[in-house]
């Protein structure tokens, strides 16, 4: 019975992070129905720094993020997450030149690289959005 409660619990915690962050991460599914109480503690710690009123709006969030994984580049693994920020942040109305000039302040701190590979990773997001756009509306007919 324990056990049904915490993957009921596990799968509602997963359920939640996926629609936090627009899309499932297995990773975060994994967390969720394993450890549901840490996946708790980052839900409440994701409200705290996303959801209530800050400073910095959710676009502004979406271009620190971008930037905080692109300076993690040297894990291949990032990339998509990577790509998923730049497409929200794409999608909330960043100009492909203000994600670009973002990620050129980096360079000084932390290198070519950073430029590189966030830029690379940008046009790989934008032609995905394409892709997915393109898709949508054929599937609407």
């Avoid at 971008?66 to 929200?88: D, R, W, Y």
Wanted: charge should be positive; proline fraction near 5%.
């Amino acid at each position: 019975m324990a056990q049904a409660r915490k993957a009921a619990s596990g799968k509602k915690l997963a359920d939640e992070i996926a629609k936090r962050r627009g899309k499932r991460y297995p990773a975060h599914t994994f967390i969720a129905e394993k450890f549901p109480d840490y996946m708790e503690v980052l839900l409440d710690l994701d409200y705290v720094i996303r959801q209530k009123p800050r400073r910095f709006n959710e676009k502004m969030h979406e271009l620190f993020h971008i930037i905080a994984l692109a300076v993690e580049m040297s894990n291949p693994s990032n990339q998509p997450h990577l790509k998923q920020h730049l497409k929200k942040g794409l999608q909330m109305g960043w100009k492909p030149e203000e994600i670009a000039e973002a990620l050129m302040v980096c360079v000084n701190p932390c290198g070519m690289k950073v430029l590189t590979y966030g830029v690379t990773c940008m046009l790989e997001a934008m032609e995905e959005i394409k892709v997915e756009q393109a898709a949508a509306r054929k599937a609407r007919r």
